[in-house]
T-cell receptor, first 114, second 117 residues
Framework: DAGVIQSPRHEVTEMGQEVTLRCKPI?????LFWYRQTMMRGLELLIY????????DSGMPEDRFSAKMPNASFSTLKIQPSEPRDSAVYFC????????????FGQGTRLTVV | AQSVAQPEDQVNVAEGNPLTVKCTYS??????LFWYVQYPNRGLQFLLK??????LVKGSYGFEAEFNKSQTSFHLKKPSALVSDSALYFC???????????????FGRGTQLTVWP
């Protein structure tokens, strides 16, 4: 398996534009997580899904953020409109429902909003 | 409530010396504990985990961690540090409790390890 695949790796956009981040989890994994990492706040859980259903979105900072998982092999995180304070590295991770298994992380998307 | 604490933002150690990166946790039910490492501009990589059994678990790159239930700790250790071990280390916990947070991993803030030559 190629692991968790995120795209794009880097994104630079202007304030006010819509940004869509994409994630392909590992095949067979039924949990998918979106994290944001910044120097100030560290690693924050934004939202996670189980069997394509959002379980906890309490970490989503505000209504400008939305996430979907239309099927088991694809998820998106959308920011509309984007703001400079959204600049961060966004990670997607997936894991199996077997509780003794670890989560596997993608390489991340570095988002810069100017 | 589930949580993980990494009390040290930074750990500095000389190459060849033993290293310890500390982690304590709070979780409902039995804990499943994990350590991850992050190199610059990379995602988090799994190092090792404790699920059950022997309190001392061994992982990648010569790292090991000791589970201490009474102290609710899971410190990461390595007998002899390498310069290439310099990275950001995260401790994480998952609850065995079948509640609303089942499946969720709780991460600490991370500890920056620097190994100097």
């Amino acid at each position: 398996d190629a692991g968790v695949i995120q795209s794009p790796r880097h994104e630079v956009t202007e304030m006010g534009q819509e940004v869509t981040l994409r994630c392909k989890p590992i095949s067979g994994h039924d949990y998918l997580f979106w994290y944001r990492q910044t120097m100030m706040r560290g690693l924050e859980l934004l939202i996670y899904f189980n069997n394509n259903v959002p379980i906890d979105d309490s970490g989503m900072p505000e209504d400008r953020f939305s996430a979907k998982m239309p099927n088991a092999s694809f998820s998106t995180l959308k920011i509309q409109p984007s703001e400079p304070r959204d600049s961060a590295v966004y990670f997607c991770a997936s894991s199996s429902s077997h509780r003794n298994t670890e989560a596997f992380f993608g390489q991340g998307t570095r988002l810069t909003v100017v | 409530a589930q949580s993980v604490a990494q009390p040290e933002d930074q750990v500095n150690v000389a190459e060849g010396n033993p290293l310890t990166v500390k982690c304590t946790y709070s979780v409902s039910g039995n804990p499943y504990l994990f350590w991850y490492v992050q190199y610059p501009n990379r995602g988090l990589q799994f190092l090792l985990k404790y699920i059950t059994g022997d309190n001392l678990v061994k992982g990648s790159y010569g790292f090991e961690a000791e589970f201490n239930k009474s102290q609710t700790s899971f410190h990461l250790k390595k007998p002899s540090a390498l310069v290439s071990d310099s990275a950001l280390y995260f401790c994480a916990v998952r609850s065995s409790f079948r509640g609303s947070t089942l499946g969720r991993l709780y991460f600490g803030r991370g500890t920056q390890l620097t190994v100097w030559p």
